[in-house]
T-cell receptor, first 113, second 109 residues
Framework: DTGVSQDPRHKITKRGQNVTFRCDPI?????LYWYRQTLGQGPEFLTY????????KSRLLSDRFSAERPKGSFSTLEIQRTEQGDSAMYLC???????????FGPGTRLTVL | AQRVTQPEKLLSVFKGAPVELKCNYS??????LFWYVQYSRQRLQLLLR??SRESIKGFTADLNKGETSFHLKKPFAQEEDSAMYYC???????????FGQGTRLTINP
């Protein structure tokens, strides 16, 4: 197990297109978090799952964003009708419920032209 | 509201000098505080957490509830300490992390 993985690592898209990112957490980690990081800022929480249940969504997550974790393992984050303001690094992290240490993936850098 | 403030975006010190990265927080309950570090071209990783009260790579951080601070300190900086450092807070429940803006630490030879 090499840790949390994310795919793709980079994505360039045109405004208005839909994009989907994938996150594979560390095996047996039942909590999975999505964060967004823009230039010069720290990561900001978007949403998290415990197993397959999405338990909290940030107000940053507009209706154009949707996340799933269908079998409680990998997760996808989809952005519909992308806007230039969506350009950011999207980070995924996982942990075991009851522990506090979150393990981060390498991130997916999205550029919307 | 949960908030983490790192007042210094950039910090530059000479090798062998002491380092202190400041972090202040705002949270009404009992938070858990962390320092995460990101070395060049690497992913974000945990450096230390206040609850474990340990020293990692020579760094320590003490939670001061009166001053709502969690400053990161190291007595003698090394060149390999150059990195981006983020202070983060976790509250009850979701245990989501709230991050500060980060401090870029540069250690000069």
């Amino acid at each position: 197990d090499t840790g949390v993985s994310q795919d793709p690592r980079h994505k360039i898209t045109k405004r208005g297109q839909n994009v989907t990112f994938r996150c594979d957490p560390i095996s047996e980690h039942n909590r999975l978090y999505w964060y967004r990081q823009t230039l010069g800022q720290g990561p900001e929480f978007l949403t998290y799952f415990q197993n397959e249940a999405q338990l909290e969504k940030s107000r940053l997550l507009s209706d154009r964003f949707s996340a799933e974790r269908p079998k409680g393992s990998f997760s996808t984050l989809e952005i519909q009708r992308t806007e230039q303001g969506d350009s950011a690094m999207y980070l995924c992290a996982s942990t075991v419920w009851g522990t506090q240490t979150q393990y981060f993936g390498p991130g997916t850098r999205l550029t919307v032209l | 509201a949960q908030r983490v403030t790192q007042p210094e975006k950039l910090l530059s010190v000479f090798k062998g000098a002491p380092v202190e990265l400041k972090c202040n927080y705002s949270y009404s309950g009992s938070p858990e505080l962390f320092w995460y570090v990101q070395y060049s071209r690497q992913r974000l990783q945990l450096l230390l957490r206040h609850i474990s009260r340990e020293s990692i790579k020579g760094f320590t951080a003490d939670l001061n509830k009166g001053e709502t601070s969690f400053h990161l300190k190291k007595p003698f900086a090394q060149e390999e300490d150059s990195a981006m450092y983020y202070c983060a807070l976790s509250g009850e429940g979701a245990q989501k992390l709230v991050f500060g803006q980060g401090t870029r630490l540069t250690i000069n030879p």
